[in-house]
């Protein structure tokens, strides 16, 4: 087997997984917000463009194309886990929660002390989706040694 044809189809497994991941991820935020089925939706577009792509051809440059257009839905969700706010960049250079001993001796998260502090969605999450489509891209549109 060639090695852009083990790309797609490693590829198309790991959109497979990251699919069910992001479904489970964005259940409660879906109907709230229509814009978090892109993730998910465009897992599901890449994973059958990666195996589309291993037919070689004119079907292996259209799925190299919408592959490289998926890897647009990363960028995008980064923007919409961070509206491009810099306090959003920042905390991903705070410290991890503090541990505090609980009064029994075991190990618990200490409580955020700010009432206010939500749960935010990981800033830079969404740019899984870009490198994976981008390496996809790249199996399906490099030559690779193979005359397809």
Partial sequence: ???A????ILVALGFLTTLIEVRFLHRGVVREYAAAWIPTVS?????TASLAALGGGLSRRISGGVL??????????VYYHTKFRPSAFLRLFEPSPTVAR???GHEREAEHEEEGDEEQPPALAPLGITGLALIGAAAAFGRNGDRT
Avoid: E, H, Y
């Fill in 1 to 3: 087997m060639r090695n």
């Fill in 5 to 8: 044809k083990l790309i797609l």
């Fill in 43 to 47: 897992s599901a577009v890449a994973a």
């Fill in 68 to 77: 490289a257009v998926v890897a647009l839905a990363g960028l995008l969700g």
């Fill in 102 to 104: 609980a009064d029994d």
